[in-house]
């Protein structure tokens, strides 16, 4: 399995030195970043080349472009990795908020014969969801707590450095979530894609000026009974916006796609 890591941020940097000392069963064909010099000081720690641009890792012969970018850069790569038969991995799983262009994506996968991943990044319980939905959903809920400085960037008309106290910064559904976090509620569209979708989905984001950890709480309901999910997470030394477990999220979709033993829904 050939791979191309797209940004070499907290999570590409995680994923391709991950594939470099841990037997995952992919080799690392180009990194790229925007930002050349994050990807040349990648490049001291992985065998890799740099490509000059997404063109050379289009016309190469990699099977996955792994996204770890943004959400801007994650539908362009979409667009032209998956009709030229790459199959990508999506960390900035925001970009399918739009369920336009979510069909758009299906169609383009369908012509070049690829696949699109989406790692649970940092939260968990999308298996169950996956599951429970299929005899129907009621209600699921995603309440996000983070640390004041892991919220800065968000698109909202709160002075983030004068909180106080635990504040609740939004409230509404994981559509209109990702478009004011365009940084830090993935996980929302991820959880709306495994369940009852962007619209249905419940968002509540609070900052808390005394939080060290980056906490996600889902609640779901519906015919199977109902669940409570809490995941508190260290955020990742390069990023605080990142959690740790998404990046490893992404490393543990890379060893499922390549293992012989699928688990979990
Ligand atoms: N799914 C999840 O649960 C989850 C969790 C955390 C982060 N994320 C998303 O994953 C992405 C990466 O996160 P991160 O913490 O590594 O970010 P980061 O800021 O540490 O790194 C991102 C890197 O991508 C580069 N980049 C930006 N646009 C680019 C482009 N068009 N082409 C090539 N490189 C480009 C930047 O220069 C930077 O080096 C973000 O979009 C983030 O929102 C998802």
Redesign the pocket.
């Known amino acids: 399995m050939k791979v191309a890591i797209?940004?070499?941020?907290?999570?590409?940097s995680f994923i391709a030195e991950a594939i470099e000392y841990g037997g995952i069963g992919a080799e690392i064909s180009y990194i790229?970043?925007?930002?050349r010099q994050?990807a040349d000081a990648l490049a001291t720690k992985v065998e890799s080349r740099i490509a000059s641009s997404?063109y050379e890792i289009l016309n190469s012969d990699v099977d996955i472009v792994i996204e770890?970018?943004?959400?801007?850069?994650?539908q362009?790569i979409l667009k032209r990795a998956l009709p030229a038969g790459k199959s990508v991995l999506l960390?900035?799983?925001?970009a399918l908020a739009d369920m336009s262009f979510l069909e758009e994506a299906f169609l383009l996968a369908e012509k070049g014969n690829s696949r699109i991943y989406l790692?649970s990044?940092?939260?968990g319980a999308l298996d169950a969801l996956k599951s429970a939905r299929e005899a129907g959903l009621e209600e699921v809920t995603l309440i996000t707590t983070k640390p004041v400085q892991a919220l800065m960037g968000a698109l909202i008309d709160v002075k983030l450095e004068e909180i106080e106290e635990k504040t609740l910064l939004f409230e509404g559904n994981a559509g209109e979530a990702i478009k004011v976090f365009?940084?830090n509620v993935?996980?929302a569209i991820?959880i709306s894609l495994s369940g009852i979708g962007v619209e249905k989905t419940k968002v509540k984001v609070f900052a808390d000026p005394d939080a060290e950890l980056n906490m996600h709480e889902i609640y779901a309901r519906g015919a199977f009974g109902s669940l409570y999910f809490k995941v508190e997470n260290l955020p990742?030394p390069?990023?605080p916006?990142?959690?740790y477990l998404?990046a490893l999220s992404a490393v543990a979709t890379l060893r499922r796609i390549s293992s012989r033993l699928k688990i979990g829904t």
């Open positions: 797209i940004g070499c941020g907290a999570i590409g790229y970043d925007v930002d994050r997404f770890a970018a943004s959400k801007k850069a994650a362009d960390m900035s799983i925001g790692p990044g940092a939260v365009p940084q993935n996980v991820a990742s390069q990023n916006k990142t959690s998404a």
